[in-house]
C-alpha cells in the first residue's frame, strides 16, 4: 500500500472536515428542519462595531497542519463571519434574541442575561456536535483506510468516543436551559455582572465552558457544571457578565471567588488569564492586538495552546492581561 499517498488522502479528508459547516437549528420549540444559518454569537451591531476596524477583527483560528498536528494563529477576519455558529436558521435566531439584539442592553433586565448565556450555551453545543461529528467521521475514514482496528479498544477509538460523550453531556446541559427558556424562569440561572469604566474596546467573549472535567464521574457527565462568561464593550467601559445554574452555585463559586473578590482592574488580569485557560470564542480589537510586540503576542499565543490543547497550567504574568 502507498502510505504516502493514503496519508495525504487521511489528513486531506480531516482538513475539510473541520472546514465544512455543521448544520442543525436548536429552536427549543419544536424540531426545525430548516437550514441554519451564520448567526452570531457575539453581536455584530454594537459589540463588533466598537471592536473592529475596518470591518475586521483579530480571532484564534485552529487547525490542522499535515506536517505539524494542531495549530493555533491569531488572525484577521471579517466581522461578518467572526464568532458565527451555524446553530439556528434565520427566523428563530431573529425571534430568540430579538430582545437582547433589538433594545439596548440593561444590566437589570434578567431576560436579556438570560439570553446572552443561552447564546453562549448554544454556540457550544454547536462547537461540541461538530466536533463530534468530524472526530467520528475521521476515525470511520481511519478504519476503512486501514489504519484503525475498529476490534480493538485504541487511543483513536477512545478519543471518537470521549468527543461523542462530551457534546451528549453538554447536551443534557443545554437542555436545562431550554426548559428555563421555556417556563421563562429566568431566576434559575445567577448572573455576576461587573461593569468597569474607562476601559476601551480591545476584547469581547461569549463562552461556555467548565471548570472541571465533567466526563470524569457519571454523576458530573448527566449533569455537566458548566459557567458562561460574556465580556463587551459599551461606549464608556466594559461588562464582564459569568452566569451559571442557580442549583450549581455551590460547586462553581470555589472557581470564581478569586475574580469575585479581585479589585477592578486586578478582575481584568485574572478574567484575562480564565479567557486564555477556558475559552475559545473570543475577538480582539485590531487596535490592541496590533500593538502589541511579538514577544507578548507569543507568550499570549503559548498561554492560550497549552491549555486549550494540553493540560491546564497557570502562571502568573501580567502581559497576558487583555485590556488596555
Ligand atoms: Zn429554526
Known sequence: MDWEKEDRKYFGDIFKQINSKF???????????????????????????????????IMPQMGLDIEKGPFLKF????????????GLCDKHDSELF??????????GNIEQLFLLSYRSVMRELHAKMKAAVDIQSQYGRG????????????QPMKMATMVIAEAYSFYLYKF??????????FKNIVHNVDYIENISPSIAVSSAFSFIDNMHYLEDRQNPK??????????????????????????????????????????LYIVSKLVLMYCE????????????????????????????????????????????
Open 176 to 185: 436545562e436551559y431550554d426548559k428555563i427558556y421555556l417556563s421563562m424562569n
Open 98 to 107: 430579538k430582545p437582547l439584539d433589538t433594545v439596548k442592553f440593561d444590566p
Open 75 to 86: 488572525e484577521e477576519i471579517g466581522r461578518n463571519k467572526a464568532t458565527t455558529f451555524t
Open 226 to 267: 458548566c459557567v458562561c462568561l460574556n465580556i463587551f464593550p459599551d461606549k464608556n467601559g466594559i461588562f464582564i457578565i459569568f452566569s451559571y445554574r442557580k442549583d450549581q452555585e455551590a460547586k462553581l463559586l470555589p472557581y470564581l471567588e478569586r475574580f469575585f473578590q479581585a479589585e477592578k482592574f486586578y478582575k
Open 281 to 324: 470564542n473570543l475577538v480582539l480589537s485590531p487596535k490592541f492586538y496590533n500593538n502589541l510586540s511579538d514577544e507578548r503576542k507569543n507568550l499570549i499565543k503559548d498561554f492560550f495552546m497549552q491549555n486549550i490543547w494540553g493540560e491546564k497550567k497557570d502562571s502568573e504574568n501580567e502581559a497576558l492581561c487583555l485590556f488596555n
Open 23 to 57: 448544520h442543525r437549528c436548536f429552536w427549543p420549540k419544536e424540531s426545525c428542519s430548516e437550514e441554519a444559518i451564520r448567526a452570531h454569537s457575539i453581536q455584530n451591531s454594537g459589540v463588533l462595531d466598537l471592536i473592529s476596524e475596518n470591518n475586521h477583527v
Open 143 to 154: 478504519v476503512e483506510l486501514g489504519r484503525f482496528n475498529p476490534e480493538i479498544v485504541d
